[in-house]
């Protein structure tokens, strides 16, 4: 089995990170870090992967992200999925979540870690991808809400689907 943890660069996704290498170092069970690239210039624009005027790249992107997954967990193993948006009614986000759901599957995880300030909300911002991939029964799920130590900022699977 294989701890998962979708990665965007983000801060609570990097403190997902960390979590997830500890993790696996004390289970012994491979880390992967996952970056899911739509073909959304303004999904990378949104999410500061590049700036106003830059143009969308997504190898550079790749490159970039598996720097920072490598800062934070030099152990991990990085993998990179593109993404069209072949359905009309589908948005980038709804085509990130359902990529990672495959991969996870695919992977086997026995456990994705979520960097997200919302998963699990009763109401979640169409941006997120925490609440539907937390909503996955295949895997056991880790959110992380906060970038810093605090008590209260894991919840479990069951609370999370709640």
């Known amino acids: 089995m294989s701890l998962l943890v979708p ?28 970056t899911v690239i739509p073909d959304d210039e303004d999904y990378a624009r949104d999410r500061g992967w590049i700036s106003e005027g830059e143009p969308f790249d997504p190898e550079a992107i790749a490159s970039g992200m598996q720097r920072r997954v490598e800062d934070v967990a030099p152990e991990a193993t990085f993998r990179v999925e593109r993404v069209t948006s072949d359905e009309p ?26 960097g997200s300030e919302n998963a699990g909300s009763v109401i979640s911002p169409q941006s997120s991808v925490g609440s539907p991939v937390a909503n996955d029964h295949r895997y056991d799920v880790y959110v992380v809400r906060h970038s810093e130590s605090e008590a209260g900022d894991v919840e479990d699977v069951d609370s999370v689907r709640s």
Do not use: C, H, Q, Y
């Not at 801060?11 to 997902?16: C, I």
């Not at 990130?96 to 026995?110: P, T």
């Open 89 to 114: 009614t589908a948005t980038a986000t709804t085509n990130v979540v359902r990529e990672i759901r495959r991969f996870a599957g695919e992977l086997g995880a026995s456990v994705v870690f979520i």
């Open 7 to 34: 990665f965007d660069g983000s801060v609570l996704a990097r403190k997902a990170l960390e979590r997830a290498s500890t993790f696996g170092d004390l289970l012994e069970e491979e880390l992967v870090a996952l």
